[in-house]
Structure formats: C-alpha cells, structure tokens
C-alpha cells in the first residue's frame, strides 16, 4: 500500500497521474462506473482509492492534525516512477505513526526504529 499523507490539498494529486493506473474508489461497491477525472477527485482531506500498482491513500492531515505545509520543513525530495515528490524523513515518519497510536504500526514502527538507527551509524 501507499500511503501518501498530508497531500497538498489546495494542489492535489493531477488526475492524469493516477488515470493510467485504473484508481477506483475503495469507499464504493466493486462494479460501480467509476472515472477518475476533476469532477470526480474532489480536493477533500481524504480519498482511498484501489489500482493497478496497488492501494493508495491520500490523507490531508495526519492524527495530529499536521498538515501538508507543517510536515514540508520535515521532508526531501524523490524521484521515482517519472515522477518527483517529497517524503517525510524517519523520525518524522515515526512520530507520525504513534501518534495515529495503531496496533497494525507497532511492527512498522520498530522496523523504522532499526532503519533510523542504521543509517545514522552510517553517519558517523
């Protein structure tokens, strides 16, 4: 799955970057007409949708109400898949996580906790 939380929302998500990939809303019954254009990708905090690389999450806020700018000075940038974005950096991603206070993280959250670990050994 991945998540992508805290989108900007005033500048969401093209719709021609998800068009190919078949996204379907996971909030409606399979089998439904579904089209993912303007109309039907409405600027909201939160949209689940299912494709063909998988499932997706677009959250405009994170369980402490963060936001998109908030997390910007937390994040780098990627490049993958034609496509350039910023991600939130580990300890951010972290804090993050617990604060959501999920069982399902618990595991996630450990093996960032490793990950983090390593890489400031690598660091020093």
Request: glycine share 4%.
């Amino acid at each position: 799955m991945i998540k992508i939380v805290a989108f900007d929302v005033e500048n969401a998500i093209p719709t021609s970057a998800l068009a190919p990939h078949k996204p379907y809303s996971r909030e409606a019954p399979p089998g439904l007409p579904f089209t993912w254009d303007a109309k039907n990708n409405p600027q909201r905090p939160e949209f689940t949708l299912t494709t063909e690389l998988g499932d997706i999450d677009l959250l405009g806020e994170t369980a402490r109400r963060e936001t998109y700018s908030d997390l910007l000075p937390h994040s780098f940038d990627v490049d993958a898949f034609g496509v350039q974005f910023k991600c939130v950096d580990l300890p951010t991603l972290i804090r993050i996580k617990e604060a959501a206070g999920r069982a399902k993280d618990r595991e996630t959250i450990a093996e960032l906790r490793v990950l983090l670990e390593e890489s400031e050994k690598k660091r020093s």
